[in-house]
């Protein structure tokens, strides 16, 4: 069974710093290689991707919104990426999801619950 799990949402002011978790089941990272990502949704956004990650190479990429603010890493032991969010402003609240591409999939396919996180001015 394929399953992504989020935690490490909650609530905090402006310039508090939060740490994203994303644990991975049912991936065959020994077969295939995957992408993962961190995307955000809030209301009268459309769904944006914050962050992803090679899963192999470990290649990283950000939205301009949080370069230098936000770092991905993984962890292919625990089978877990993480998102280190500093500096946050109200502009990051939303509901995070984690999700997965395998590589030539075209999209990402495999999503997690997401997990809220609301920043306070």
């Known amino acids: 069974q394929v399953q992504l799990v989020e935690s490490g949402g909650g609530l905090v002011q402006a310039g508090a710093s939060l740490r994203l978790s994303c644990t991975a089941s049912g991936l065959n990272f020994n077969a295939y290689t995957y992408a993962m990502a961190w995307f955000r949704q809030t209301p009268g956004k459309e769904r944006e991707i914050v962050s992803s990650?090679?899963?192999?190479?470990?290649?990283?990429f950000y939205a301009d919104s949080v370069k230098g603010r936000f770092i991905i890493s993984k962890d292919n032991a625990k089978k877990t990426v993480y998102l280190q969010m500093n500096s946050l402003t109200p502009e990051d609240t939303g509901v995070y999801y984690c999700?997965?591409?395998?590589?030539?999939?075209?999209?990402?396919?495999?999503w997690g619950q997401g997990t809220q996180v609301t920043v306070s001015s």
């Open positions: 999700a997965a591409q395998r590589v030539g999939a075209g999209e990402y396919d495999i």
């Open positions: 990650i090679r899963w192999n190479i470990g290649t990283t």
